[in-house]
């Protein structure tokens, strides 16, 4: 477990040694483990993949609070970990949180990301999104399976995870965060994928996040919700290694 920025970060790292990867970012409340099913099937494809806990999540370092709307501590962390895994060109696939994420590494990083897909990703508050997370709240206080779920995956974290995401999207700072200036400097292929159900934001948030990237294809997958990923693996999966296959991410060759 590689000590990164001054804290352990959990890593996974499957396939032949490359300095190319795909490398998965995983949502507000998640871990690896929710990327078990993508992780089957890039690993069945033979794909060089990278998965991890972010900081304060899983089995990864405990943390204090998360630099929302920002997320500038977990971009430190995703350049580090690069540079300590000898990862030179990265395809980011990020859900949510960790396509946010994406969105900004990939707009200042141009010569390490190959590729970028992002699922329901946010780039400014809406109303759906605050409705959305009030919900989870709700959940969280009042359904002990949905306790005992974050529990498994982040053990006596559980409650530190949580709270330092519900908290982190309520704050003054997040009613006025836009990320549209800074995701037209992207240059590589972007996937922009969310569920027409979404419980987070409605399809023009989709719709303008594509807008605002010059290279940007849209999915809006039709009866599917935020968890896409995971409620709907194999339409996800044949979306994302076509996306590979397009834009030529072996992970063998240097021109990524």
């Known amino acids: 477990m590689p000590v990164i920025?001054?804290?352990?970060?959990?890593v996974e790292r499957f396939g032949a040694e490359s300095t190319h990867a795909v490398v998965l970012l995983h949502h507000g409340l998640g871990s690896t483990h929710?990327?078990?099913?993508q992780i089957r099937f890039l690993k069945h494809n033979n794909l060089p993949l990278i998965a991890y806990d972010r900081w304060g999540y899983g089995q990864s370092e405990h943390r204090e609070y998360l630099s929302i709307p920002s997320f500038q501590d977990d971009i430190h962390d995703l350049?580090?970990?690069?540079?300590?895994?000898?990862?030179?060109?990265?395809?980011l696939v990020g859900h949510s949180d960790g396509g946010t994420i994406g969105l900004s590494y990939a707009a200042e990083n141009h010569a390490v990301v190959s590729g970028l897909v992002t699922?329901?990703?946010?780039?400014?508050?809406?109303?759906?999104?605050?409705?959305?997370?009030?919900?989870?709240?709700r959940q969280y206080n009042g359904d002990a399976r949905f306790r005992r779920g974050l529990k498994r995956m982040h053990g006596d974290k559980s409650d530190e995870v949580?709270?330092?995401?519900?908290?982190?999207?309520n704050t003054e700072d997040v009613m006025n965060w836009?990320?549209?200036?800074?995701?037209?400097?992207?240059?590589?292929?972007?996937?922009?994928?969310?569920?027409?159900?979404?419980?987070h934001a409605i399809p023009q948030h989709a719709k303008d996040t594509a807008a605002s990237i010059p290279t940007a294809d849209l999915w809006l997958a039709q009866g599917e919700k935020h968890m896409l990923p995971q409620d709907a693996p194999e339409k996800f999966n044949?979306?994302?290694?076509?996306?590979?296959?397009?834009?030529?991410?072996?992970?063998?060759?240097?021109?990524g």
């Open 119 to 137: 699922i329901a990703a946010h780039i400014y508050i809406e109303e759906k999104m605050v409705k959305g997370i009030n919900d989870i709240y």
């Open 238 to 255: 044949q979306k994302l290694i076509s996306f590979i296959q397009r834009i030529n991410f072996s992970g063998n060759s240097p021109g």
């Open 162 to 169: 949580f709270y330092n995401w519900y908290n982190g999207w």
């Open 5 to 10: 920025n001054g804290h352990y970060i959990h």
């Open 79 to 91: 350049s580090k970990l690069l540079e300590i895994e000898g990862i030179q060109r990265a395809l």
């Open 34 to 37: 929710s990327w078990k099913e």
């Open 178 to 199: 836009d990320l549209r200036e800074l995701i037209t400097q992207i240059r590589c292929p972007v996937l922009v994928i969310q569920g027409i159900e979404d419980e």
